[in-house]
């Protein structure tokens, strides 16, 4: 069963920092083009960074207002997936969901889409507040 585990969330500051994880269990991340939907109250799940990799090069992506915040990685050994989030914001709360998809590896010229995700992680839930 191909599965994702999201950790890390929890309550911070403005302006903190969390990282969270994604385990993946049943698949190697190596293999898909991976990432993180947050979804805020009200909001649809949208894409905040993604990576895949494509003939042995990686690529990744990042929504503008995550670009100069956020950092994503994956530690292909333990085969988990990471958001380092810095300089949270009080705009940032939301469930943090861990993704990953087939359909499209190389993800540096654009986000991955809703549409394109086979896999779903349970979420983990950010709240910035002080």
């Known amino acids: 069963q191909l599965q994702l585990a999201e950790s890390g969330g929890g309550l911070v500051q403005p302006g903190g920092s969390l990282r969270l994880s994604c385990a993946a269990s049943?698949?190697?991340?190596?293999?898909?083009?991976i990432g993180w939907f947050p979804q805020a109250p009200g909001q649809e799940r949208e894409g905040v960074s993604c990576?895949?990799?494509?003939?042995?090069?990686?690529?990744?992506n990042y929504a503008e207002a995550a670009k100069v915040r956020f950092s994503i990685s994956s530690g292909n050994a333990k085969n988990t997936l990471y958001l380092q989030m810095d300089k949270l914001k009080p705009e940032n709360p939301a469930v943090y969901y861990c993704?990953?998809?087939?359909?499209?590896?190389?993800?540096?010229?654009?986000?991955?889409?809703?549409?394109?995700?086979?896999?779903w992680g349970r979420g983990t839930q950010v709240t910035v507040s002080s």
């Open positions: 993704t990953a998809t087939k359909f499209r590896l190389w993800v540096a010229d654009s986000l991955m889409t809703t549409g394109e995700i086979n896999i």
């Open positions: 049943g698949f190697s991340l190596a293999d898909y083009g």
């Open positions: 990576m895949g990799s494509s003939m042995g090069s990686i690529s990744k």
